[in-house]
């Protein structure tokens, strides 16, 4: 039965997109193995343990993580069913909950950032502060960050909601409850820059299939402002939707490869399909160690094809591609089945992006590479004016 369950997930499939072919390289041998050692364990187990053996789907659950484990790949992994669909309903764009995305700081402590007119905020959630409680339970220091994210969301119905209990900036506690509600999750901000209304500034914090409507909308009012120069902050962008990341690419170059995907099968190039809306302006990347996967493509395009330069730290070295697949209960896992380089053939995993201005991070928390980015486009601007 478990060699069942091992074997559902590269039957149910769920791609990112529609892109990639459907790889079945195992033998015929290997697709017919049966697990003999295991059920002989557990035979031996329903014989002579002392104790109450954890449930089935727990049992099971643990067998999947050993298989998986033993692959000793860090980006093929297992997720049980609430936090799947978690996963799939936030690449959607859209989800039950309350609006606020938490980050785990250097000190461990969960940081809640509230979305502009959610429920977080209206509540009296403010960006920086720390979460204590859920429901009255203080977090475990071991929780890991999935796992509360899923404590904040939840089916929309009546009086379905949490309670929290975070500190403020001044060291005053604030215990709130808020009723869950659809939350369409922002992954594109913008602004013109305070500094310099010649600068615009697009934050792309997640890649989502709204991403790329999100991005023309970005422009076009941008655009308006009569803007000179684009400053695209993808620090702490973790990734999302490949097919929506080539699309956000293009937006930027005119046409050509985007990156290039290796399998077992050979090598292909992605390219970008029209001229892009966002190619005549200056243009500054800003990149950390908490960029990665389909970020790291945009930006390694964006670099290797000399359209701009790269400001901030390297980048977190992510260059596989992970199809997901669903399991018949709704959990799923996530297999390594490629991996991307960039137009220049550099390998992204494990190594990264090199920035081409790198930055330290400040102490103190001052946004440091914002500030070399304004500086760089101004210099920009300067020498324009010399010629």
């Excluded at 193995?33 to 002989?40: H, I, K, R």
């Excluded at 939840?154 to 060291?171: F, H, I, P």
């Excluded at 960029?291 to 260059?319: F, M």
């Amino acid at each position: 039965m478990f060699a069942v369950v091992f074997c559902a997930g590269f039957f149910l499939r769920s791609f990112f997109d529609g892109e990639f072919p459907t790889v079945f390289a195992a033998s015929t041998t290997e697709q017919t193995q049966s697990y003999n050692l295991l059920d002989e364990v557990q035979s031996l187990i329903d014989r002579h343990y002392l104790r109450e053996q954890p449930d089935y789907t727990t049992r099971q659950y643990a067998a999947i993580r050993g298989l998986l484990g033993a692959l000793g790949d860090r980006n093929t992994f297992f997720i049980e069913p609430p936090v799947a669909q978690s996963e799939s309903d936030v690449l959607a764009g859209t989800y039950g909950g309350i609006g606020v995305t938490v980050q785990r700081n250097e000190a461990g402590a969960f940081v809640l950032y509230p979305f502009l007119d959610g429920p977080a905020t209206r509540a009296g959630i403010e960006e920086g502060d720390i979460l204590l409680e859920v429901n009255g339970q203080p977090l475990d220091p071991a929780v890991q960050q999935d796992a509360v994210d899923q404590m904040l969301r939840g089916e929309v119905r009546e009086e379905s909601g949490v309670e929290l209990t975070v500190a403020k900036a001044d060291g005053e506690e604030l215990t709130v409850f808020m009723l869950f509600e659809v939350i369409n999750v922002p992954s594109v901000m913008w602004r013109v820059v305070a500094e310099d209304a010649r600068i615009g500034y697009i934050q792309i914090m997640r890649f989502t299939n709204r991403t790329p409507d999100e991005l023309d909308t970005a422009i076009t009012e941008l655009r308006q402002s009569d803007i000179q120069a684009v400053i695209l902050d993808m620090r702490y962008n973790g990734g999302g939707l490949l097919q929506e990341s080539l699309e956000v690419a293009g937006r930027f170059l005119n046409g050509g490869v985007v990156f290039y995907e290796r399998t077992r099968e050979g090598e292909r190039a992605f390219e970008a399909e029209e001229v892009g809306s966002m190619t005549d302006l200056p243009l500054v990347v800003l990149v950390n160690g908490g960029t990665a996967s389909a970020a790291e493509l945009v930006a390694g395009a964006i670099q290797d094809r000399e359209r701009g330069i790269l400001i901030g730290q390297t980048t977190y070295g992510k260059g596989t591609i992970q199809q997901i697949f669903t399991l018949s209960d709704t959990s799923s896992i996530h297999v390594t089945s490629s991996e991307w380089l960039t137009p220049d053939h550099s390998v992204l995993d494990g190594v990264g992006l090199q920035p081409d201005i790198a930055m330290i991070p400040d102490e103190a928390g001052r946004d440091i590479e914002m500030g070399e980015a304004i500086r760089y486009l101004q210099e920009q601007f300067n020498a324009q004016d010399e010629s």
